[in-house]
């Protein structure tokens, strides 16, 4: 199954993977993380934490984020 990137709609952002906020991916507040190949962008260090710990969790296609 092809990997979707998590970019929004907006050029210089993509989505956090974990909470589904927009992140500037040109200064990720929380960080990056690598995960078989690909970039992630996290809004804190919270989620990038968590997603490191199961990421198949939030990137499967029916996470729809966690409740803020």
């Given amino acids: 199954m092809p990997r979707i ?9 993509a989505t956090d ?13 929380g960080g990056t ?3 078989e190949g690909e ?8 989620c990038r934490v968590a997603f490191s710990k199961e ?3 939030y990137l499967d296609p029916n996470f729809e984020g966690m409740p803020m």
Avoid: I, L, R
């Fill in 55 to 57: 990421p198949e969790k």
């Fill in 33 to 35: 993380h690598e995960h």
């Fill in 39 to 46: 970039t992630y962008y996290f809004c804190g260090a919270g």
């Fill in 5 to 13: 990137p998590f970019f929004s709609k907006h050029p210089d952002t």
């Fill in 17 to 29: 993977p974990v909470c589904k906020m927009d992140v500037d991916t040109s200064n990720p507040n």
